[in-house]
């Protein structure tokens, strides 16, 4: 749309973003199209569960905004649309999916390791009776 004239349909200052709108619809059919080369199983297969989850909850999200999108140009109201508990829903399972990943990167706490450092570092004073001592035998020599 760039290099097109600008259609007197609309009005000029939307322009712009008509033309953004264009470009992401382009990208958007141009994922599309590179997902859905591949079979589901075949792109399954490569990744573990947990990937596997990721991949189902992020085409569930994209799939249902989609829908939202479409309600939205049709005039429906998609926020009284049952869609929006569907997109919360999907959200939900995203943030348990994180949670798990996250849980996964956190580094494991050895105990044992963590006691001996923090009982190193600590001072520890020394007995009252320990200095009297050294002393004494400091002085008869």
Known sequence: MAGEEINEDYPV??????SAFENSIGAVDE????MMSVSRNELLQKLDPLEQA????VSAYTLN??????????????????????????????????????KKKAGKLDRGAA?????????????RNASKVANKGKSKS
């Open 31 to 34: 994922t599309l199209k590179t």
């Open 65 to 102: 905004s989609m829908f939202w999108v479409y309600l939205a140009t049709q005039g429906v109201n998609p926020k009284e649309h049952p869609v929006k508990q569907e997109l919360e829903r999907i959200r939900v399972y995203m943030n348990r999916v994180k949670e798990i990943t996250d």
């Open 13 to 18: 200052e939307i322009h712009e973003y008509l």
């Open 115 to 127: 006691s001996r450092f923090v009982k190193n570092a600590l001072w520890e004073p020394k007995p």
């Open 54 to 57: 990721k991949v189902d909850l």
